[in-house]
T-cell receptor, first 110, second 112 residues
Framework: KQEVTQIPAALSVPEGENLVLNCSFT??????LQWFRQDPGKGLTSLLL?????REQTSGRLNASLDKSSGRSTLYIAASQPGDSATYLC?????????FGAGTTVTVRA | IAGITQAPTSQILAAGRRMTLRCTQD?????MYWYRQDLGLGLRLIHY???????GKGEVPDGYSVSRANTDDFPLTLASAVPSQTSVYFC???????????FGQGTRLTVV
């Protein structure tokens, strides 16, 4: 069974600092890995999708890396802003199933 | 641009009642999914469909049923609701199993 772990569970940083969010998974036979953002009481917003053959993916201030062989992905958010405060979830895909981590709740202090 | 629409947004339901959560997508995605999100347990897959006319069971299918009569709609039915089905339910879709997944805004269901 695929296990997805996100550490830390919560993170508080001052505005302007770079954020580093970690995701690890136990089974490296994945199709892809996707990072999501979830605001309180809202749905999941897709941030980045990395295919299993890719090493990284970038979108604006966001950069995600993938090391499939070691079962790890890292999401970097540059120059954090208060609006980045949310819960960030990673999910790995094998066949039909997306397996989610529990998320990292980020607070960016103004 | 609607994406995925779920209805209702929230519902309080008496135990033993039947309830259908609706999900419609306008992206012509082949694959659709139902997840529930619970504090401490994260997101768990209930049922999925990889194309119209086919469905499959996820991690926690008991007490739930789905149908996929066409590409756009994927309703989730609770035949006889129980309090343990109190949760936030998310519908999702993707073009295939190797493409980006998109989620609806969720239905908050309370069974009393």
């Amino acid at each position: 069974k695929q296990e997805v772990t996100q550490i830390p569970a919560a993170l508080s940083v001052p505005e302007g600092e770079n954020l580093v969010l970690n995701c690890s998974f136990t089974d490296s036979a994945i199709y892809n890995l996707q990072w999501f953002r979830q605001d309180p009481g809202k749905g999941l917003t897709s941030l980045l999708l990395i295919q299993s053959s890719q090493r990284e993916q970038t979108s604006g201030r966001l950069n995600a890396s993938l090391d499939k062989s070691s079962g790890r992905s890292t999401l970097y958010i540059a120059a954090s802003q208060p609006g980045d405060s949310a819960t960030y979830l990673c999910a790995v895909r094998v066949d039909y199933k997306l397996s989610f981590g529990a998320g990292t709740t980020v607070t960016v202090r103004a | 641009i609607a994406g995925i629409t779920q209805a209702p947004t929230s519902q309080i339901l008496a135990a033993g009642r039947r309830m259908t959560l609706r999900c419609t997508q306008d992206m012509r995605h082949n694959a659709m999914y139902w997840y529930r999100q619970d504090l401490g347990l994260g997101l768990r897959l209930i049922h999925y469909s990889n194309t119209a006319g086919t469905t499959g069971k996820g991690e926690v299918p008991d007490g739930y049923s789905v149908s996929r009569a066409n590409t756009d709609d994927f309703p989730l039915t609770l035949a006889s609701a129980v309090p343990s089905q109190t949760s936030v339910y998310f519908c999702a879709s993707s073009g295939g199993f190797n493409t980006e997944a998109f989620f609806g805004q969720g239905t908050r269901l309370t069974v009393v």
